[in-house]
């Protein structure tokens, strides 16, 4: 099994934002575009970028390490073993100490590591324009703050709340059993030592206080309805020494009043008068771009598709872009004036002599 810590060069214990500062780092060294002439730069790059997607993501990092630690056990424990009953080689020996340390490291992390902060999600709505040519987007994320007043109990402190007067505090109380004396919970309070627990004012009760932390996130050019960006960290809140869960932002693209997103092309309808449509025209058609000229061959027929190469969306990756297409309608005058109807008939005769 592959040696993912090894291969990113960083501890077993390495945290999201170390993970992500190694990635960078190494992917600067071992990039096919960066190592001309070297046949195996493209296979180490392809297990950097294996070795950070499981060891950033939480739950494949758990199950990883879970799985690397019992086969390295047991190598361990074959290597360790004297092939003729007698003690270990010295040698052998150095190498299951330093193995074990590594094991040890491991599982302190899996037994430590404290209860995981939930995913939170963010809706973020974005016009056409801006998930075509991609913006920066200053966002404000809810997150639950340890209420300061009370320390996160939700209730006030015992200076500050009415002592019991049966045990005056203490939570217990002496009491006669069977000629003996025995230590029980307070009746009058029920063990707490105070009569009632006093809310607090500032977090009624909760314990926390909803507040809003300013984030710059930049999106791409070319993200589509329903794209997700994983923001490691910004989550709930760990607990007892647990990390925090991540944030994913979801793109929700607003209708646009002229195009319409089909994969990386851009829709639009266009109308022209039937006499544009048989003898044909010029016309001045918006892009996302600015506008365009687009000609109008003569006797373009209804319905007929006009494409505009190369104005349409990027692909998020940057490797091509998508067609502006046009879709043709033609009008029809419902009402014609008598001059009109006259010309319209002397154009009838003539198709009709012909």
Avoid at 138 to 161: D, E, K, M, Q, V
Avoid at 330 to 343: C, D, N, S, Y
């Amino acid at each position: 099994m592959k040696n993912y810590y090894e291969i990113l060069d960083v501890a077993c214990d390495a945290d999201c934002e170390a993970l992500k500062r190694a990635y960078r780092r190494m992917a600067k060294l071992v990039h096919p575009d960066h190592r001309q002439g070297d046949v195996q730069a493209e296979e180490r790059f392809k297990d950097l970028r294996e070795a950070y997607e499981v060891l950033s993501d939480p739950a494949k990092r758990d199950r990883y390490d879970e799985i690397y630690l019992r086969q390295r056990a047991r190598k361990v424990r074959a290597r360790s073993r004297p092939s003729n009953g007698g003690r270990t080689a010295g040698r052998s020996s150095g190498m299951t100490d330093a193995a074990g340390d590594v094991f040890e490291m491991i599982k302190n992390r899996l037994k430590n590591k404290g209860q995981r902060g939930e995913d939170h999600r963010y809706m973020l709505s974005l016009s056409l324009e801006e998930s075509v040519l991609g913006v920066r987007k200053i966002i404000r994320i809810p997150r639950n703050r340890t209420c300061g007043s009370c320390s996160g109990r939700g209730w006030n402190t015992a200076t500050l709340s009415p002592v019991c007067a049966v045990c005056r505090g203490e939570g217990e109380i002496t009491v006669p059993a069977a000629g003996k004396r025995r230590v029980v919970a307070c009746p009058g309070c029920g063990g707490s030592g105070l009569n009632e627990k006093i809310p607090c004012k500032h977090c009624k009760g909760q314990g926390f206080i909803v507040s809003r932390l300013s984030r710059s996130v930049e999106i791409p050019a070319g993200v589509d309805n329903g794209s997700r960006r994983k923001v490691c960290g910004e989550g709930g809140a760990g607990e007892d020494g647990g990390e925090n869960g991540d944030l994913y932002i979801i793109v929700r693209i607003q209708d646009h009043p002229v195009f319409k997103r089909n994969n990386l092309d851009l829709w639009m309808d266009l109308s022209l008068h039937f006499t544009e449509a048989a003898l044909g025209t010029e016309v001045t058609v918006p892009t996302l771009s600015g506008d365009r000229s687009l000609r109008i061959p003569p006797g373009t027929q209804p319905g007929e598709v006009l494409v505009l190469e190369g104005c349409g969306i990027p692909d998020v990756n940057g490797t091509r872009r998508g067609d502006q297409k046009i879709r043709v309608h033609v009008e029809v005058p419902r009402k014609l004036a008598r001059e009109e109807r006259e010309i319209l008939n002397q154009w009838k005769e003539m198709r009709h002599t012909d």
